[in-house]
């Protein structure tokens, strides 16, 4: 099978020159590209995407026609004005040593002639080529390179070249191209826009189609072609109606028809789409999130629209044994994820490689669901295929999916001097695809092979999860205390606070801790509880004796205190205020976290605040 080795990008928009090697990897069968919002993944990705390879029937999902407004908008951004050149999208395909001699040899069977080659061809380029001239399409171009082919008749003595250059002049070309490509990676590309599945999918092509409506009437088509028992959407259903159309010409003939024997036939190949779509998608669904959802399962309706010459429609609803709703009625991450399987694995069947182009997959779900969706890609790839998606979620990186990373970036944009990084700037970009290995052996003050990738996504922990270093303190009083005073202060302290659940509850946590790799340590009460808690972690071999310590280790003025009793006595009069004379521990917590979450400045006296900056203080030292 031929190698699709690299694509080569030039001039599309945004992309000046760039290079994505696909087939030479050795790590995986995915590629990720890794990069901020505006960075030129998704540009990447449409310019692959209109290279299309042996199925023609959906070129561009994204412009859906080579129309004249799409023309336009893949001209480089910064010379719309007046450009005059060619954009290009290059793909560079490897064989192996002998390999092209099959294809010279069906041919030969073809024409009945001898048919050879200069040299042995072991590589070559197929060019898909957009000229301009002053910003006006002249025309599209697509160049074979690299294969000089000879041949020679039955009653010929010698070689001689065929016709050089153009595929659609060249009969010999023309077979041996076509018979190369069918034998190439299918490019499918998976848009975001969808996942906004239409109420109605019509059955035919027509006037003004929809890009999305014809998305899914072509994967209609792919589902019956699953079923293998040649049922054909155009001759068993649209062709039928039009029959029963025909026989009848009268404005009712669809309600005499629908209480006739013949309807029964179209219901039978609706059924089949049905039962596929459940044991795939429904069946992939649970495989997915790991669960059982024997209880949910698609229904598929169908009817004419009259308003469109009576043209077939099917409408998709889910249904719960009890109620049924309509696809389209669903959040966004469940259209989401039931576009993707029901994209996937009908594509993923029918027969031919595929190499599926996702943009930033999955970015409406939440954590766990990104992560659930790349055990399947995992999945997809492992039957031979290939995927290449765009993120710039932590969650959808896969560290075993590095090496065949790439590092998408506007080399344009300086972030580091804070040029715009939300889309606002118009100057001229410059989108570079980086391969990771590359990126990272040029990355200064790199500690480990994941932290360039964390910060050229500019990852910042969420507040509930902190950075380490991290001070873990017994409870979420002491922890809204301590986060008010750190407010509150003008020193900036490099760690996160992690509040317990008591002083021996923290036994659960210590491998998350352990396993963050950044360094902590435990501050307990002085009392008897704490300081007998704080010995067993040194004694059961938990903690070192330097990761655990009391209060009393911060300053001999809290011997035998617990944090909240650190407040002075104008802190709990504040706390009475509050609370209509009251100022138990359930109070104090209470008025800790309204002060923490509001930064008042006079929410404590100034002694609250000197002793609770004193443990910070300690706290950076020792974790220093």
């Given at each position: 099978?031929?190698?699709?080795?690299?694509?080569?990008?030039?001039n599309?928009?945004?992309?000046?020159?760039?290079?994505?090697?696909?087939d030479?990897?050795?790590?995986?069968?995915?590629?990720?590209?890794?990069?901020?919002?505006?960075?030129?993944?998704?540009?990447?990705?449409?310019a692959?995407?209109?290279?299309?390879?042996?199925?023609?029937?959906?070129?561009?999902?994204?412009?859906?026609?080579?129309?004249?407004?799409?023309?336009?908008?893949?001209?480089?951004?910064?010379?719309?004005?007046?450009?005059?050149?060619d954009?290009?999208?290059?793909?560079?395909?490897?064989?192996?040593?002998g390999?092209?001699?099959?294809?010279?040899?069906?041919?030969?069977?073809?024409?009945?002639?001898?048919?050879?080659?200069?040299?042995?061809?072991?590589?070559?380029?197929?060019?898909?080529?957009?000229?301009?001239?002053?910003?006006?399409?002249?025309?599209?171009?697509?160049?074979w390179?690299?294969?000089?082919?000879?041949?020679?008749?039955?009653?010929?003595?010698?070689?001689?070249?065929?016709?050089?250059?153009s595929?659609?002049?060249?009969?010999?070309?023309?077979?041996?191209?076509?018979?190369?490509?069918?034998?190439l990676?299918?490019?499918?590309?998976?848009?975001?826009?969808?996942?906004?599945?239409?109420?109605?999918?019509?059955?035919?092509?027509?006037a003004?189609?929809?890009?999305?409506?014809?998305?899914?009437?072509?994967?209609?088509?792919?589902?019956?072609?699953?079923?293998?028992?040649?049922?054909?959407?155009?001759?068993?259903v649209?062709?039928?109606?039009?029959?029963?159309?025909?026989?009848d010409?009268?404005?009712?003939?669809?309600?005499?028809f629908?209480?006739?024997?013949?309807?029964?036939l179209?219901?039978?190949?609706?059924?089949?789409?049905?039962?596929?779509?459940?044991?795939?998608?429904?069946?992939?669904?649970?495989?997915?999130?790991?669960?059982?959802?024997?209880s949910?399962?698609?229904?598929?309706?169908?009817?004419?629209?009259?308003?469109?010459?009576?043209?077939?429609?099917?409408?998709f609803?889910?249904?719960?044994?009890?109620?049924?709703?309509?696809?389209?009625?669903?959040?966004?991450?469940?259209?989401?994820?039931?576009?993707y399987?029901?994209?996937?694995?009908?594509?993923?069947?029918?027969?031919?490689?595929?190499?599926?182009?996702?943009?930033?997959?999955?970015?409406?779900?939440?954590?766990?669901?990104?992560?659930?969706?790349?055990?399947?890609?995992?999945r997809?790839?492992?039957?031979?295929?290939?995927?290449?998606?765009?993120?710039?979620?932590?969650?959808?990186?896969?560290?075993?999916?590095?090496?065949?990373?790439?590092?998408?970036?506007?080399?344009?944009?300086?972030?580091?001097?804070?040029?715009?990084?939300?889309?606002?700037?118009?100057?001229?970009?410059?989108?570079?695809?980086?391969?990771?290995?590359?990126?990272?052996?040029?990355?200064p003050?790199?500690?480990?092979?994941?932290?360039?990738v964390w910060?050229?996504?500019?990852?910042?922990?969420?507040?509930i999860?902190?950075?380490?270093?991290?001070?873990?303190?017994?409870?979420?009083?002491?922890?809204?205390?301590l986060s008010?005073?750190?407010?509150?202060?003008e020193?900036?302290?490099?760690?996160?606070?992690?509040?317990?659940?008591?002083?021996?509850?923290?036994?659960?946590?210590?491998?998350?801790?352990y396993?963050?790799?950044?360094?902590f340590?435990?501050?307990?009460?002085?009392?008897?509880?704490?300081?007998?808690?704080?010995?067993?972690?040194?004694?059961?071999?938990?903690?070192?004796?330097?990761?655990?310590?009391?209060?009393?280790?911060?300053?001999?003025?809290?011997?035998?205190?617990?944090?909240?009793?650190?407040?002075?006595?104008?802190?709990?009069d504040?706390?009475?205020?509050r609370?209509?004379?009251?100022?138990?521990?359930?109070?104090?917590?209470?008025y800790?976290?309204?002060?923490?979450?509001?930064?008042?400045?006079?929410?404590?006296d100034?002694?609250?605040?000197?002793?609770?900056?004193?443990?910070?203080?300690?706290?950076?030292?020792?974790?220093k």
């Amino acid at each position: 099978m031929p190698i699709l080795k690299k694509f080569i990008i030039k001039n599309f928009r945004g992309i000046q020159e760039a290079e994505l090697t696909v087939d030479g990897r050795k790590t995986s069968n995915v590629i990720t590209l890794i990069g901020l919002n505006e960075s030129g993944k998704t540009t990447i990705l449409e310019a692959l995407s209109h290279f299309s390879t042996g199925d023609r029937t959906i070129p561009n999902l994204v412009a859906q026609s080579e129309n004249k407004e799409h023309l336009i908008s893949l001209i480089p951004i910064d010379k719309r004005a007046a450009f005059t050149g060619d954009v290009e999208i290059i793909a560079i395909i490897g064989f192996e040593p002998g390999e092209f001699r099959k294809y010279l040899d069906r041919a030969e069977k073809e024409f009945n002639e001898k048919i050879g080659v200069h040299d042995d061809v072991e590589e070559i380029s197929v060019n898909k080529s957009y000229e301009y001239k002053d910003s006006k399409f002249v025309r599209q171009m697509n160049y074979w390179s690299g294969i000089e082919l000879i041949h020679k008749g039955p009653k010929s003595k010698n070689f001689k070249r065929t016709s050089v250059g153009s595929v659609e002049k060249d009969k010999y070309l023309h077979n041996v191209v076509n018979s190369v490509e069918k034998d190439l990676f299918e490019l499918v590309y998976f848009p975001t826009f969808i996942v906004d599945m239409p109420s109605r999918i019509y059955l035919e092509p027509h006037a003004g189609e929809t890009a999305i409506n014809m998305y899914y009437r072509k994967v209609i088509e792919d589902v019956l072609k699953s079923v293998g028992e040649g049922i054909d959407l155009k001759l068993h259903v649209i062709d039928r109606l039009k029959e029963a159309k025909l026989a009848d010409a009268t404005a009712g003939w669809f309600s005499t028809f629908w209480g006739k024997p013949d309807r029964k036939l179209i219901d039978s190949v609706l059924n089949k789409i049905q039962t596929a779509i459940n044991r795939e998608v429904i069946g992939s669904w649970a495989k997915v999130f790991k669960h059982s959802i024997s209880s949910r399962s698609v229904k598929i309706e169908w009817n004419i629209d009259a308003s469109k010459n009576d043209m077939a429609y099917l409408s998709f609803g889910i249904s719960d044994g009890q109620s049924t709703f309509s696809i389209h009625e669903r959040s966004l991450g469940f259209r989401w994820f039931f576009s993707y399987l029901l994209f996937t694995q009908f594509r993923s069947k029918s027969g031919r490689k595929t190499i599926f182009l996702f943009d930033e997959p999955a970015a409406n779900l939440h954590a766990k669901a990104q992560i659930e969706l790349m055990e399947s890609i995992a999945r997809i790839v492992g039957g031979g295929n290939k995927v290449i998606y765009s993120t710039h979620s932590p969650h959808m990186i896969n560290p075993n999916w590095l090496g065949d990373a790439f590092i998408v970036e506007n080399q344009a944009v300086d972030i580091t001097a804070g040029a715009d990084l939300n889309g606002f700037d118009t100057k001229t970009t410059d989108i570079k695809a980086i391969g990771y290995g590359t990126f990272v052996g040029a990355y200064p003050e790199k500690r480990t092979y994941f932290q360039p990738v964390w910060e050229k996504l500019l990852y910042e922990a969420p507040p509930i999860v902190g950075a380490g270093p991290f001070l873990c303190v017994e409870g979420i009083s002491d922890f809204f205390f301590l986060s008010y005073v750190s407010k509150l202060s003008e020193k900036k302290y490099n760690f996160s606070l992690v509040p317990g659940v008591g002083a021996g509850g923290f036994t659960s946590a210590l491998p998350s801790l352990y396993g963050s790799g950044a360094p902590f340590v435990l501050l307990l009460d002085d009392d008897a509880q704490g300081r007998l808690e704080k010995n067993r972690y040194v004694e059961d071999g938990l903690l070192a004796i330097s990761q655990v310590f009391t209060l009393g280790d911060v300053d001999s003025q809290f011997h035998g205190r617990k944090l909240e009793s650190i407040l002075s006595p104008e802190a709990i009069d504040l706390v009475k205020h509050r609370f209509s004379g009251k100022s138990g521990k359930r109070q104090i917590g209470m008025y800790l976290a309204e002060i923490a979450a509001s930064a008042k400045s006079d929410g404590l006296d100034s002694l609250s605040i000197k002793r609770g900056a004193m443990i910070l203080d300690w706290a950076s030292s020792v974790l220093k």
